[in-house]
């Protein structure tokens, strides 16, 4: 059995290598958007869905966390939110049909992209031990199946439910009631892949884990640093606000290995200089910075502010906020002082006049918000950079007022509200006791997995039945063989799905795919039309209304829960998981009385475009920490090193895919079509490795734990990346992440810094994962 690599079909893979784009968005998006709309929807269908992305009575777009801009700026078009809603509402059908002419072994050897392209999911389905085909089952039958599975286990502990961002709100209370009932708190989910390092850097730091800024702070900040992030691609309506913060007379520092089109200029498809014009021209410098060198420029940032300071006291330290609202300033300070500018030159690559001339942009701002996404989060010294960036933000009292703070861009559109539900393998002890007080049961309190925590424990046997709620597990998360090998030896997966993927056919012994509706689908129960709510990335909670007619056999995300919760906890159970699945106004009651800032939940998400939820250091300037202050931290330096013969690999996104859905093979902004094995390396790094630009290479990464890892047929582009880094999209290269190779602290993959060596091609038939 031959399994293919995850992403592409590797055979039909070829790419071309044009120019870069130094543009974002434009009419070309917008034809490009409509034309995949209509592909996959029909005309009809297509303007129906794309007309109620983000309306007040419509649904929220499935694609980005990025909040939306207020009435006025409403009509928001966006490339990628509108492929996100056709891959959703497409009129394509994988049905039982479709399973009894497909085996589990023929279609594990297909591509992701190939599963995807099927269209979406309609029956529950189930695959029997030693099976060689899904086989249709019973709604009733599947919940049977997986409460008996579940009453089984020797502990709960024994159980794992995953969710992935995309999950509303009401679901993820729902499950995470589930999970806690049975008496386990392993509940990983994406954010563990993805945002984790913000969450322990801004707890520690500032008490909140969230952003603390608003799209009205973007639009009126004086300096935008964005760091690690690709806006054009991933969260295309920021440069819509970003070009407010400029019209405004703001200004933006972007900082990233790649020369990113979607930063240099924005062209507004809603503006006459964007349809006819150059558009406007978003990034005023850009610090092309080494792999991981981040932490290295905001120390740096730090000292030079302070020199700042000693030469004109009194000017440049926000002496008021910091002796308030902070603490370990002078330990801090006496530490960033000692920055070695040679360490910051080697760990950056930078010349020192650009980031001497940073602080002097830095110096002219009075409010400044730093903007960041993965490029920063998925690094081993993620969570100390994240740190760092905090320090350089309190300094000059930029944080909790107009146009400052911290601003984390999250991935999945619900990902930070089903953390706020509850979804973490480790709530603090007073969500804990309001759901125990809601719900008159005790939850349990030791820790459960986060998601790389998850894979160890099925790799060494102790995990029974894995359940994913969303999501893609095993191509999602790294080690791909590891993880597979991992999954297989559970006894049961259940994956709860719009549309077929890989963890459908890499699975436990039994396996159970349960369809379900997704944002765009209209939920009618007997309780009339249902809506769910979603949490953006900037805390604001608000109503989606599916309106499309999904097919009658799917369920709820909620439903299946409460299908599966009555199963697995029998008829005397007495949470009303039916009336909870009829109307999730009741299940609303119960999130207002255990989630804080949800109380009269149920009114206040009615209210056109919602509610904000409270967020102490914005709001009031006070830092619930465990020191009760916001608090300075000092951070070690940290020079990556890349040995002779090495580059350092980020795995990253590119313009056609979401996450792990594959929407096509160009990646228009970086003039790569038709293809998207390659890896993209700076010319200068071609030449003194050795390598022909155009030709094919295997990609290898070694780890301590010996073993070698290859990513096979890779074509080499010259790209015009930072010195000593490469780039290849995920999920292909996801093979070269080592399981063990995480963030400090927060447990996250390090993605975005893989050593990598190149060797000989082997050819497509070697890119195998098993
Ligand atoms: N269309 C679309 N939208 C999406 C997604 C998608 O796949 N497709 N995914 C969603 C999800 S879940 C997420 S989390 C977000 C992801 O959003 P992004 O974080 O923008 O995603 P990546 O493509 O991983 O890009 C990482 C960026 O960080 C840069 N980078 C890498 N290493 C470093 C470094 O060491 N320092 C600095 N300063 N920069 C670095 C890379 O060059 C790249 O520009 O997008 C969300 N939105
Ligand atoms: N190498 C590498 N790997 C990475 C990353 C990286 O940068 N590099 N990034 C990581 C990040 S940031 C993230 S967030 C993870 C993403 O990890 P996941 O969230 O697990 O993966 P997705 O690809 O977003 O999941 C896609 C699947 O979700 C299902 N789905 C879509 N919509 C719905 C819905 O409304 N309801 C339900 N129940 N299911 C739905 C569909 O079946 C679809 O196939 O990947 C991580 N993996
Ligand atoms: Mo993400």
């Known amino acids: 059995m031959i399994a293919r690599a995850p992403g592409s079909d590797p055979a039909q893979d070829t790419p071309r290598i044009g120019r870069p784009e130094h543009h974002a968005v434009g009419v070309h998006a917008v034809t490009t958007a409509v034309r995949m709309a209509e592909r996959q929807m029909g ?48 009129r394509r059908r994988v049905t039982p049909d479709f399973f009894a002419r497909h085996s589990v072994a023929e279609l594990v050897g297909r591509s992701g992209y190939w599963l995807g392209q099927q269209g979406r999911l309609t029956h529950p389905m189930l695959l029997e031990e030693g099976a060689t085909h899904y086989a249709p089952v019973s709604w009733g039958r599947a919940y049977e199946i997986i409460g008996a599975e579940l009453a089984a286990l020797a502990s709960p502990d024994e159980a794992v439910f995953y969710t992935s961002g995309r999950t509303p709100n009401e679901p993820a209370f729902a499950l995470q009631l589930l999970a806690r009932r049975l008496g386990t708190n392993n509940l990983p989910d994406c954010a563990n ?55 405004n007379g703001g200004r933006v520092i972007s900082v990233n290995p790649l020369p990113e089109a979607g930063l240099e200029r924005f062209k507004n ?42 030469a004109a006291p009194g000017t440049v330290v926000d002496r008021a906020f910091v002796d308030e609202h902070t603490l370990g300033y002078e330990a801090w300070a006496k530490d960033a002082r000692t920055t070695d500018w040679d360490d910051v030159l080697a760990a950056t690559g930078l010349p020192r006049e650009q980031i001497e001339r940073a602080a002097a942009m830095v110096l002219e701002s009075r409010s400044v918000i730093v903007c960041w996404a993965l490029g920063l989060t998925q690094h081993k010294h993620s969570v100390p950079t994240l740190r760092e960036v905090v320090n350089f933000l309190l300094l000059r009292g930029n944080v909790g007022r107009p146009g400052a703070g911290v601003c984390p861009v999250r991935g999945h559109s619900n990902v930070q509200g089903d953390r706020t539900m509850g979804i973490f393998e480790r709530m603090p002890e007073a969500f804990h006791a309001a759901l125990d007080a809601e719900f008159g049961f005790t939850s349990p309190r030791h820790h459960g997995y986060d998601s790389v925590n998850a894979i160890r424990a099925m790799r060494d046997g102790k995990v029974g039945v894995f359940v994913g709620m969303g999501g893609n597990f095993v191509s ?60 953006d990335s900037m805390g604001r909670v608000h109503a989606s209304r599916g309106r499309l007619k999904g097919e009658a056999t799917l ?33 609303r009651e119960r999130i207002g009385r255990v989630v804080p800032g949800f109380e009269d939940f149920n009114a206040r998400v009615r209210v056109p475009g919602g509610f904000s939820l409270p967020h102490a250091p914005r709001d009031t300037r006070t830092f619930p920490t465990h020191t009760g202050k916001a608090n300075f931290t000092v951070n070690d330096m940290v020079v990556p090193e890349i040995p002779e013969g090495r580059l350092m690999l980020q795995t990253l996104r590119s313009h056609d895919q979401y996450n792990t859905t594959i929407y096509g093979l160009d990646d228009r ?43 096979a047929h890779f074509k080499l582009v010259a790209y015009p990346t930072a010195r000593g880094c490469a780039a290849a999209y995920m999920p292909e290269a996801t093979v070269l992440v080592p399981l063990d190779h995480t963030s400090d602290v927060s447990n996250t993959p390090a993605y975005k810094s893989v050593l990598i060596r190149f060797e000989p091609d082997s050819g497509t038939e070697a890119v195998v994962v098993i």
């Open 669 to 711: 902004y970086r003039g790569v079509h038709d293809g998207r094995r390659v890896v993209l390396v700076n010319p200068e790094d071609i030449q003194r490795l050795g390598l022909t630009e155009g030709a094919y290479t295997d990609l290898v990464s070694a780890w301590p734990d010996g073993r070698e890892r290859r990513a």
């Open 555 to 587: 369920r709820s995300e909620t439903a299946i829960v409460s299908g599966i919760a009555r199963a697995a906890l029998g008829a005397s159970d007495d949470i009303p998981w039916e009336e909870f699945a009829h109307d999730l106004d009741r299940l």
């Open 193 to 247: 892949l993805c945002h984790e390092s913000t969450g322990s850097a801004l707890v520690e730091t500032l008490g909140v884990g969230k952003g603390s800024v608003t799209l009205d702070d973007i639009h009126h900040a004086d300096l935008v640093i964005v760091a690690g992030q690709n806006p054009g691609t991933n969260h295309p309506r920021m440069m819509a606000a970003l070009e407010r913060a400029k019209d």
């Open 269 to 310: 498809p809603q503006r006459p200089r964007g349809v006819l014009g150059s558009g406007t021209r978003l990034t005023d410098l850009f610090l092309q910075i080494g792999a991981g060198g981040d932490l290295a420029l905001f120390r740096a940032l730090n000292g030079l502010l302070l020199e700042a300071e000693d």
């Open 476 to 535: 999602a998360a790294p080690d791909t063989p590891v993880t597979e090998e991992a999954v297989r030896r559970c006894a049961l997966t259940v994956q709860i799905s719009t549309k077929l993927n890989r963890s459908h056919l890499v699975t436990g012994r039994r396996a159970l795919i349960l369809p379900t509706l997704g944002r765009s689908d209209e939920d009618r129960t007997e309780a009339g039309p249902q809506f769910v709510t979603v949490e």
């Open 43 to 90: 005309a009809v269908r297509g303007a129906r869905a794309l007309l109620r992305v983000n309306q007040h009575d419509g649904f929220d777009c499935p694609g980005c966390a990025w909040p939306e801009e207020d009435k006025v700026h409403r009509a928001e078009f966006c490339e990628n939110g509108a492929k996100a809603v056709a891959e959703e509402a497409t």
